[in-house]
């Protein structure tokens, strides 16, 4: 009998765990990520790549409109205006990433959080723990190291998709989740 229920406890668990427990950190497919535009043109500046200034005026180019961060920044962008128009694009959709996905994979570990977890406000963003080891682990110094790593996904993930939105999505991993191999 305590065969028995022992096998069927450790069956169990061995069933559950996947379902709430962390994953590795290549187990996000970058190019299936649902990334929101939070971060819209007239927000970055396309010649500073910084927070555009409200005060200052819009301008439209080839269909998008910008705003700069600084009074010169429309007269710098009419002068090269595909290469600025390209930078902004791409640092956007950088922006955008990083706030969708850092409470995606955990700062302490790079592991994937099962969500719901204890969540850390550092360097801009919202963080989110994989497990309670991490809760009692974690220091400042994890931060700057998983904005770093989450950059080179962002990066990665422009590369694979280019600029691409997805709006009204559940998750930004929802069907971007590999399948554990069977």
Same mark, same amino acid.
């Given at each position: 009998?305590?065969f028995?229920?022992a096998l *069927? =406890?450790?069956?169990?668990?061995?069933?559950a *765990? $996947?379902v709430? *427990?962390?994953? $590795?950190a290549?187990?996000v497919?970058?190019?299936k =990520?649902k990334?929101?535009e939070?971060?819209?043109?007239?927000d970055?500046?396309?010649?500073y790549l910084?927070?555009?200034?409200p005060?200052?005026p819009v301008?439209e180019y080839?269909?998008?409109?910008?705003?700069?961060s600084?009074?010169d920044?429309?007269?710098?962008?009419l002068?090269?205006?595909e290469?600025y128009a390209?930078a902004?694009?791409?640092?956007r959709f =950088? !922006? !955008?990433f990083k706030?969708a996905?850092s409470?995606?994979w955990c $700062?302490?570990?790079?592991?994937?959080?099962p969500?719901?977890l204890?969540?850390?406000?550092?360097?801009g963003?919202t963080?989110?723990?994989c497990?309670a080891f991490?809760?009692e682990t974690?220091?400042?110094d994890?931060?700057?190291?998983a904005?770093?790593k989450?950059e080179?996904?962002?990066l990665?993930t422009y590369?694979?998709?280019?600029?691409?939105?997805?709006?009204?999505?559940?998750? $930004? =991993?929802?069907?971007?989740?590999?399948?554990p191999?069977e």
């Amino acid at each position: 009998m305590k065969f028995g229920l022992a096998l *069927a =406890v450790g069956w169990l668990l061995a069933v559950a *765990a $996947p379902v709430g *427990a962390q994953l $590795p950190a290549d187990a996000v497919i970058l190019e299936k =990520v649902k990334i929101a535009e939070k971060q819209k043109s007239t927000d970055l500046c396309p010649v500073y790549l910084q927070e555009s200034d409200p005060k200052l005026p819009v301008w439209e180019y080839q269909g998008v409109k910008y705003r700069g961060s600084k009074p010169d920044a429309q007269e710098k962008f009419l002068k090269d205006p595909e290469k600025y128009a390209q930078a902004a694009q791409k640092q956007r959709f =950088v !922006n !955008n990433f990083k706030l969708a996905m850092s409470t995606i994979w955990c $700062p302490v570990t790079d592991e994937v959080t099962p969500g719901g977890l204890t969540q850390w406000k550092k360097l801009g963003f919202t963080w989110e723990s994989c497990c309670a080891f991490c809760d009692e682990t974690v220091s400042d110094d994890d931060f700057p190291l998983a904005l770093k790593k989450l950059e080179e996904r962002a990066l990665k993930t422009y590369e694979l998709i280019g600029a691409k939105y997805t709006e009204g999505a559940k998750s $930004p =991993v929802d069907g971007a989740i590999k399948k554990p191999e069977e």
